[in-house]
C-alpha cells in the first residue's frame, strides 16, 4: 500500500493531527518530554519505596527458563536481603539470601554455590544500597495501572539485568505489588518470576534464611 492510498483510508481529523505534528516547531514538543519524564521519575520513586516498604513478603511463585520449562514454589522475603525460594518437592534445590550472600543449594549434586547479592541481576531486589532510583529506567507498558522497571549497572555488566514489574494495588505497600520480574545474569540467560497470592507483615524468623548443607554429610568424621 503506497502513502497516498494510506492517508486515504484515515479519517480527515486523523490526517491533520499527523500534519501538525509534522509541521509544529520542535519547542512545542519540550513540555511533552518534560511531563513524560517527570511521569518516569514518580514511577521509579514510587516502585522503589514499595519495594522499601515491604516488611515480609510471602507469596507463591511460577519460575520459567528461557526453555520454557516451569517449577513452582513458595517465596519468603524479608527486608533488607533476605529471600527463599522454596520449591515443588520434585525440584530437590534451594535457593536462599541470609542478607549478605545468595546461595543455590542443589540436594541431587550435594552441591553448594554462593555469591554476594551485590553481583546477582537479583540485587535489584535485595541489595538494599542497588538503589533504582540510580540504576533503573521505566519501560513502556500497554496499561497505565502497570509500572516496568529495567535495572542495570552500566558500570557492572556483570552483575546481569534485571526487570521488576509491579501493578497498582492499594492493599500492597506503597501502593504498587510486586507482580513478576525477569533477570537476565551475564550469561546472557533468562528466568521469569510471577507471583500470586501475596501476604504481608507476618512474622518470618531468622530460621527461615538458613539451609541445611547436603556436603557435611559426606565428610568424614572428625
Known amino acids: 500500500m503506497n ?29 511533552v518530554a518534560t511531563a513524560t519524564a517527570q511521569s518516569q521519575s514518580n514511577d521509579l520513586s514510587r516502585a522503589t519505596r514499595a519495594l522499601r516498604a515491604i516488611t515480609t513478603l510471602q507469596a507463591d ?9 516451569t517449577v513452582s514454589g513458595e517465596l519468603t522475603l524479608r527486608n533488607p536481603g533476605r529471600i527463599r525460594f522454596e520449591y515443588e518437592e520434585s525440584v530437590n534445590m534451594l535457593v536462599v539470601s541470609d542478607g549478605r550472600a545468595l546461595t543455590l543449594v542443589d540436594y541431587d549434586v ?27 529506567t521505566v519501560q513502556p507498558t500497554d496499561s497505565d495501572n ?4 529495567n535495572v542495570r549497572d552500566p558500570e557492572r555488566p556483570e552483575f546481569g539485568v534485571m526487570t521488576l ?4 494495588d492499594a492493599s500492597a505497600p506503597g501502593g504498587l505489588e510486586l507482580a513478576s520480574w525477569v533477570a537476565l545474569d551475564s550469561q546472557n540467560t533468562r528466568t521469569t518470576v510471577r507471583l500470586r497470592n501475596h501476604r504481608y507483615g507476618a ?20
Open 3 to 31: 502513502a497516498k492510498t494510506l492517508l486515504s483510508k484515515k479519517p480527515l481529523a486523523a490526517v491533520m493531527a499527523g500534519a501538525m505534528a509534522v509541521t509544529l516547531p520542535a519547542s512545542l514538543a519540550l513540555p
Open 165 to 168: 514489574i509491579f501493578v497498582e
Open 146 to 149: 502497570v509500572i516496568s522497571i
Open 61 to 69: 511463585f511460577t519460575q520459567t527458563d528461557r526453555a520454557g520449562n
Open 110 to 136: 550435594q552441591q553448594v554455590e554462593r555469591w554476594p547479592i551485590r553481583n546477582s541481576p537479583l540485587g535489584a531486589l535485595l541489595d538494599p544500597n542497588r538503589d533504582m532510583t540510580r540504576y533503573g
Open 203 to 222: 512474622s518470618v524468623p531468622d530460621s527461615a534464611f538458613r539451609y541445611r548443607d547436603p556436603r557435611r554429610s559426606s565428610r568424614r568424621p572428625g
